[in-house]
């Protein structure tokens, strides 16, 4: 099915490209577009099998994330973003599963992870209250996947949980209106008292445990695999494709330019533009090459039963930063190197240049943190970190 799901994406490809300059100032995916990429079946690329979805490989899902995204940032963000939630509820009570597929397998769900919302205990679940900012993708979904904090007696933390809630019980303010992925409608969700049973709660502890009543009915070794490497690649793997995409633009574009400056010529021959080219080609490719190992090794393990060793899991994350890192480090190359046209709005490479520096700056592609938890592994130091 993968293999379909990427012939069918990229036979929407020039149409998307087409429309990138229009979702930009537009601030806006078209609904169109999102139903287009729905009908190829992206979205149900990580979802369980037992709900119409094809449980594929994660690299193959992050293969056409990179695509869609070199044609547009915002829609391969939200194909990124939407596309792993149903991996994320598949871990959680099938109660929970049935209640967004049960009746319709292509529902969507978006998400707001930072822990903002106060969970307060009743009598068969509990009762949420909060404001989220940030939550990607949530004009096209019917769900959300929120973070909260369940607080002691004394008013202190005692557990972080992710809830899920049905769009009946939280609002949407437009508030996105950013310098780059201008079209991922990143907006503020608003709950107040919405009470949420407890087959809708799952603990971040338990997740980060690998741990789940999802697994008891999603046996596959998709939903074995750590939530920080799949949810970090979510968001560097949008931002590669933005710079991949802005490269080949960027040959293409240079290829014929003379230059009416610095004595003229070919831009083609100057030694600095080559020199140029190939750091940024080599930074997109070690983020490329990177991330692919530790996915298909994190998938070897789990489909071989295998425990998955904190050093991988943490070097996942340390690759999955610098993956963002270097694609940035890129599109910085480009952009310096492109001249002033770059500088116009609506350029592709000025677009490319806000998109990958507006999803560099997600927490989860945050890089200190990530290598400092890398450095304790590999120093033999306890390292606990829900996003490893």
């Known amino acids: 099915m993968s293999n379909d799901v990427a012939t069918a994406v990229r036979a929407l490809l020039p149409d998307i490209a087409e429309r990138a300059a229009t979702i930009d100032e537009t601030r806006r995916v078209p609904d169109t577009v999102v139903d287009a990429l729905a009908s190829t079946g992206v979205?149900?690329?990580?979802?369980?099998?037992?709900?119409?979805?094809?449980?594929?490989?994660?690299v193959r899902f992050y293969d056409v994330v990179r695509e869609v995204s070199a044609a547009c940032g915002s829609t391969g963000w939200i194909t990124s973003v939407l596309g792993v939630h149903p991996w994320h509820l598949a871990l959680f009570d099938d109660r929970a599963q049935h209640d967004v597929w049960g009746d319709d397998p292509s529902t969507l769900v978006s998400s707001a992870y930072a822990p903002v919302g106060q969970l307060t205990r009743v009598d068969g679940g509990y009762e949420l209250s909060g404001t989220w900012m940030f939550s990607s993708g949530c004009e096209y979904a019917s769900w959300v996947l929120l973070g909260a904090v369940v607080t002691g007696p004394e008013g202190r933390p005692v557990d972080f949980m992710t809830v899920l809630v049905p769009r009946s019980d939280y609002g949407i303010r437009d508030v996105w209106n950013v310098v780059g992925m201008r079209g991922t409608c990143s907006n503020e969700i608003t709950v107040d008292r919405a009470f949420v049973p407890d087959h809708r709660v799952k603990s971040n502890f338990e997740t980060a445990n690998l741990r789940g009543p999802g697994q008891k009915v999603n046996t596959g070794p998709l939903y074995r695999l750590p939530f920080g490497a799949l949810f970090g690649t979510t968001v560097s793997?949008?931002?590669?494709?933005?710079?991949?995409?802005?490269?080949?633009?960027?040959?293409?574009?240079?290829?014929e330019r003379v230059r009416l400056s610095l004595g003229g010529g070919r831009f083609v021959d100057d030694p600095f533009a080559q020199t140029s080219v190939g750091r940024a080609a080599s930074?997109?490719?070690?983020?490329?090459?990177?991330?692919?190992?530790?996915?298909?090794?994190?998938?070897?393990?789990?489909?071989?039963?295998r425990e998955i060793p904190m050093m991988l899991r943490a070097r996942a994350r340390r690759d999955q930063v610098r993956a963002t890192e270097r694609a940035v480090e890129a599109i910085d190359l480009l952009f310096k190197t492109a001249g002033g046209s770059s500088l116009f709005l609506g350029n592709i490479v000025e677009r490319a240049w806000r998109d990958a520096h507006a999803g560099s700056v997600h927490v989860a592609?945050?890089?200190?943190?990530?290598?400092?938890?890398?450095?304790?592994?590999?120093?033999?130091?306890?390292?606990?970190?829900?996003?490893?």
Do not use: K
């Open 43 to 58: 979205f149900r690329m990580l979802q369980p099998r037992r709900y119409g979805g094809a449980e594929t490989e994660p």
């Open 237 to 255: 793997m949008p931002v590669v494709g933005v710079v991949e995409g802005c490269y080949e633009h960027y040959l293409a574009s240079m290829r």
């Open 365 to 388: 592609n945050e890089p200190e943190r990530a290598l400092a938890q890398y450095g304790r592994a590999a120093f033999g130091l306890p390292v606990e970190d829900n996003l490893l």
């Open 283 to 305: 930074e997109i490719d070690a983020a490329i090459l990177q991330t692919t190992r530790n996915l298909r090794e994190l998938w070897e393990h789990a489909v071989d039963g």
